[in-house]
Each structure stands twice: as C-alpha cells, then as structure tokens.
C-alpha cells in the first residue's frame, strides 16, 4: 500500500492519510439547507472509514442562489450551530474536514425563472440552456463579499478549512473560461481580467479568515471543448492562484458522467486516462507550482492511487462516487481487503429523493424515499 496510510502534510493541514473523498452534494439536507440526522450520519461514517479529509458537498453563500435541491447552507449564521455538531463528530474520528463553497450559476435547471441567477454575460450554459444575468460591477462586490463571509462562518464552524469552488462550469469557472466570458471590463477578455473575479474572492476571504486558515480551490484541468478554457491557462491560474497564498489546488474535469467515452482522447497535449482521469495533467501541473495538489476523478484502486501519489506529483487523491457505494471503502483497503472499488462509474447516483448509489444500495434508496414523501 506504500504511502497511502501514512500521515501526510497537505499545507498547514496534518492529515492521517493521502485520502481524500472529494466533494459530492448528497441531497439530504432540510428545505433550507440545514443538516439532518441522515447526513450527519453520512459524515460520521465517512470519518470512521479512514477518510482522512472530507470535503462537504457544495454549501451556496446567498440565499437566493440555490443551484440544487438538497444542498448544505452557509449563507447566514444561523448554520454555524449545526455545522460545530459536524466538524466535531468528523474530529472525534481523527479527520479533516472543510467545507466547499460555491456560485453555481447557470449550470442549472433548478427553479429557472423563479430568481436571478448571475453570470459574466449573457450565452447560455451549453448543458442545461440557462441564460443568465449579465452581472454589474456591484454583483460582483455582493457574490465576492458572499464568499468571504461564507469562509468566515466556516471558520467560526470549526471547519479545517474551505475549498473554493472554481470548477465544473460554476459561476467563477464561467469567468475563467473565454467560451462564457465575453466581458468587455476589466473582468474580460485577457486571462488576466478573466482571473480578477477568482483572486478577489481569493484575496478577500483570505482578509476576513487570516493568514493561518487553510484555503483550497478547486479548478477544472481543462473545459475539454473547442473555445473553451484550456490546461495552458489553468497552469497560469494555478501559478497565480500560489503567487496569492491560497493553501491548495484540486485538479478536476467535470467530465465523469463521459469519462468512459472520453478516456484516450487527447486534450492540450495529454491524454485523460482511464483510471485517475487527470494524472497526465497534474504531473503537467505539478512541474509549474509547488502548492499541494489533490487530484480527483477516475479513482478505484489502491495501485492507480499509489501510481498518482509517487509518479504525478499529487499529494493526496480524492474519491467521490465510489464512497457512494462503499462509504468504507478506504477502511476496507485499510483491513487488507484490497479489491478496487464496486463503483461502476455509470453515473446513476443523483435522484430525486437524495444523491445514494441506486446500483449496489436499493435499499438505501427505498429508505431516503419513503423519509422524503
Ligand atoms: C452525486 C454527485 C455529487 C457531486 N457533488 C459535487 C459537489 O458538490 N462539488 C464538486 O466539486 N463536485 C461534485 N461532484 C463531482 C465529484 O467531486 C468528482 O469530481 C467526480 O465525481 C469525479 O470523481 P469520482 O470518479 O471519484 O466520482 C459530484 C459528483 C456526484 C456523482
Ligand atoms: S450509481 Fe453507479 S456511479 Fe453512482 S456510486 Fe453507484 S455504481 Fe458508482
């Protein structure tokens, strides 16, 4: 098993292990975001299981900007109480556990025409269709002030740390990408202008939280489209992103619903990979910052997770759907049951009655519907 089990530094935070299970919204929580008994049960047991940090699924900072049903809230203080019961349980277990923030945007078709959803201009999502409101400088001030104030009442919470969400064609991935931002301010046009946005937000939690709490983003390795934001930028605005004192990096793609399709294609020069999706880009990225970087997708077994931690220059690996299915997957491999993850990476684990694997957990699912009608 090599390093995996052993404890690592990911920046300031001392983790147990190189195992990370990545973000993953799980639908479970209250009509207004609250937690619930089912979900502190799930990140109890995810603690339990050797996970050695969690990262919460996506928390919206504003009230009016919800991009899906079910998701944890963070946009006032009333959360802070239920989230100290949270980071507590998850420290009793000896894990790390920060909290992931996000603008979703566009890339919605959740409650469409009912609020305002912000974007950088005015052309649709290329998935969903959603146009959004092209945003004024003042906007910007709300949604860069709403970040820092979210990092702050995380802060408050007990939590490790924050991820800053920058990836997966959210609200800040549109500002970075030339497909979506076709603004003609400072926020526009040059990747530097496209940046402003994600240093502000950057610049400006780092203000509210202090010097010494940990802050990761989440950036995409490539929009893997024509037009779109390529890895040559990500690499600049990863390079600025340490330049600015953010703590970590995770490398994503957005791409695991076709990841199956896609992998040995090749996008800016690498090639996606079957098995730990963006390796070939991490070690790409990893020649250009010296940042902590987690990695995540396309990860199901000890070999490929060993392979990214000594070979790519990744630090630690984060895993989401197969802890869907085995939420005590990495104490398994820990107990020497070392058979790769059951997940069959085939995407069906978003339902309407909370985000549960449907193809190794039925019952699981017949119990989150019966609990929500
Ligand atoms: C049900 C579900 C919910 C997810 N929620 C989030 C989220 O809240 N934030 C995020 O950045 N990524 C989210 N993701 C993407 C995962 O973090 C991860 O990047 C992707 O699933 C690829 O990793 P995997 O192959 O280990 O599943 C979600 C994925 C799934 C399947
Ligand atoms: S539904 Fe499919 S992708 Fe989701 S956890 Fe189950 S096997 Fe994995």
Redesign the pocket.
């Known amino acids: 098993m090599g390093i995996i089990f052993e404890k690592t530094k990911l920046g300031s935070l001392c983790l147990k292990n190189h195992l990370v299970r990545?973000?993953?919204?799980?639908?479970k929580t209250t009509e207004d975001g609250h937690m619930t008994d089912e979900l502190y049960d799930i990140y109890e047991k995810l603690a339990k299981s050797e996970v050695g940090l969690i990262i919460t699924?996506?928390a919206n900072i504003l009230k009016e900007e919800q991009p899906n049903h079910g998701m944890m809230g963070i946009y006032e203080d009333s959360y802070i109480e239920d989230y100290k019961k949270l980071t507590d349980i998850v420290h009793s277990y000896g894990s790390k556990i920060i909290m992931?923030i996000?603008y979703g945007g566009t890339k919605t078709t959740y409650r469409v025409g009912e609020r305002i959803i912000f974007a950088p201009g005015e052309i649709p999502e290329r998935g969903t269709g959603t146009k959004g409101k092209a945003m004024t400088g003042d906007d910007i001030l709300l949604v860069e002030e709403a970040f820092a104030q979210a990092a702050l009442r995380i802060k408050k919470a007990g939590f490790d740390g924050v991820e800053i969400?920058a990836?997966?064609t959210y609200l800040i991935n549109q500002f970075l990408s030339p497909y979506y931002n076709d603004r003609k301010d400072e926020y526009g046009g040059s990747l530097e202008n496209r940046m402003r946005f994600l240093v502000e937000i950057c610049n400006r939690t780092r203000e509210k939280v202090g010097s010494d709490f940990f802050i990761a983003v989440?950036l995409t390795a490539s929009e893997f489209f024509e037009g779109g934001l390529t890895f040559a930028e990500t690499k600049e605005i990863a390079r600025k992103m340490e330049e600015i004192g953010v703590d970590a990096i995770e490398l994503?793609g957005?791409i695991?619903g076709k990841?199956k399709s896609m992998a040995g294609e090749m996008f800016d020069q690498h090639t996606l990979r079957k098995k730990g999706?963006f390796l070939e880009y991490a070690r790409a990225l990893r020649e250009v910052i010296t940042l902590p970087m987690i990695t995540?997708?396309?990860?199901r077994d000890l070999e490929t997770i060993e392979e990214a931690l000594s070979d790519f220059g990744v630090d630690a690996v984060?895993?989401?759907?197969?802890l869907?299915a085995e939420p005590d997957l990495f104490l398994r491999w820990k107990n020497g049951d070392i058979r790769p993850a059951i997940?069959v990476?085939c995407?069906k684990?978003?339902t309407a009655s909370g985000?549960y694997c449907t193809v190794f957990k039925k019952e699981q699912g017949e119990v989150a519907k019966r609990r929500c009608s």
């Open positions: 990545s973000a993953t919204w799980e639908n699924g996506y992931q996000a969400h990836a997966h989440k994503s957005n695991h990841a999706y995540v997708g396309g990860f984060g895993v989401s759907r197969p869907l997940c990476s995407s684990c978003r985000n």
